[in-house]
């Protein structure tokens, strides 16, 4: 995969699939879900993640941006709704959190970039 950086060049990066994440009736939230683990947070906080949903339509997140704007915290308030999202391709946006109300899909393939 590549994308056009600020100059208009290409510029290749690969996104490794992690998980498949259920967001059917919970939300998929790392950072709250108990007590995130040392791996949970190095893996879905420190750099976010990319999510590609299972079915076409909206998925509301908080982004990785507005965690690190709140000094590391989730703040479902500032969540935003990404539209136009299709599974055959990962949103070009790190998040932190999918909710389950907002979100067409029941689950999203979580990937991180590498």
């Not at 259920?22 to 939300?27: A, C, F, N």
Request: aromatic share 8%; glycine share 8%; hydrophobic share 40%.
């Amino acid at each position: 995969m590549q994308i056009n950086n600020a100059r208009g060049g290409m510029v290749p990066f690969i996104v490794e699939d992690v998980d498949v994440k259920s967001v059917s009736g919970q939300d998929f939230d790392p950072y709250n879900s108990g007590s995130p683990t040392a791996s949970d947070k190095a893996r879905y906080l420190n750099h976010g993640f990319l999510v590609r949903p299972n079915a076409d339509g909206p998925i509301k997140v908080v982004t990785w941006a507005n965690y690190k704007e709140n000094d590391d915290a989730v703040v479902d308030a500032n969540a935003v709704t990404l539209t136009g999202c299709v599974t055959s391709k990962y949103e070009e946006v790190r998040v932190v959190k999918v909710f389950d109300t907002g979100t067409t899909a029941t689950s999203v393939m979580v990937g991180v970039l590498v």
